[in-house]
């Protein structure tokens, strides 16, 4: 069984803020994942990662920012929250030796900016 | 490169009824393809997959999906329809190999009347 983690699971939170989304994974997965989640539409890919000290940009662009200093660890950072970012965020990480992308999501973190 | 279509952001059935929600894909490589599950306020859940193989692929919770080359399409079906069903539906497609990304459609809300 998939072990993902995120934290909070909801924020609500001033415009200006900064606010880090915690993510943590036990399964050794290289790659981890985030995407953005408008409700009622599709996942868009924000960032991802092959390992430590790896980090991309996704398909869709995002004021966010990423690191991963440990293998477990993918956090998100937004500098200045506003309400443009008021949106549910999941976190993904998958087995890199797979050669099939099947990827294990965590449960969320619904972000309202106000 | 990939791209999926669901047909039917919203689908309702009465419970005991036929659960087909409908997926097709476009994939210049062999496709890969999900159905993952997302419950109120939880991450995604993986149904069921297909890589290789049989073509007829069944998941948890008596879900099951045809692969259907000539066709392009991946549909999800049910044959009775419990109220614990109700959800939003996510068909995802990817190609082979490890750097190949996942792409998601747009989603289908299932509402189960009783």
């Known amino acids: 069984e998939a072990d993902i983690y995120q934290t909070p699971r909801y924020l609500v939170i001033g415009t200006g803020k900064k606010i880090t989304l915690e993510c943590s994974q036990t399964?050794?997965?290289?790659?981890m994942y985030w995407y953005q989640q408008d409700p009622g539409m599709e996942l868009h890919l924000i960032h991802y990662?092959?390992?430590?000290?790896?980090?991309e940009k996704g398909d869709l662009s995002s004021e966010s920012t990423v690191s991963r200093i440990r293998t477990e660890h993918f956090p998100l950072t937004l500098e200045s929250a506003r309400p443009s970012h008021t949106s549910q965020y999941l976190c993904?990480?998958?087995?890199?030796?797979?050669?099939?992308?099947?990827?294990?999501f965590g449960p969320g973190t619904r972000l309202t900016v106000l | 490169a990939q791209s999926v279509t669901q047909l039917g952001s919203h689908v309702s059935v009465s419970e005991g009824a036929l659960v087909l929600l409908r997926c097709n894909y476009s994939?210049?490589?062999?496709?890969?393809l999900f159905w993952y599950v997302q419950y109120p306020n939880q991450g995604l859940q993986l149904l069921l997959k297909?890589?290789?193989?049989?073509?007829l692929v069944k998941g948890i919770n008596g879900f099951e999906a045809e692969f259907k080359k000539s066709e392009t399409s991946f549909h999800l079906t049910k044959p009775s329809a419990h109220m614990s069903d109700a959800a939003e539906y996510f068909c995802?497609?990817?190609?082979?190999?490890?750097?190949?990304?996942?792409?998601f459609g747009t989603g289908t809300r299932l509402t189960i009347i009783p």
């Open positions: 993904a990480s998958r087995n890199r030796g797979l050669a099939v992308n099947e990827q294990f």
């Open positions: 399964m050794g997965h290289d790659k």
């Open positions: 990662s092959y390992g430590v000290n790896s980090t």
């Open positions: 994939s210049s490589v062999p496709p890969y």
């Open positions: 297909y890589t290789t193989g049989a073509t």
């Open positions: 995802a497609v990817t190609g082979w190999g490890s750097d190949e990304k996942l792409t």
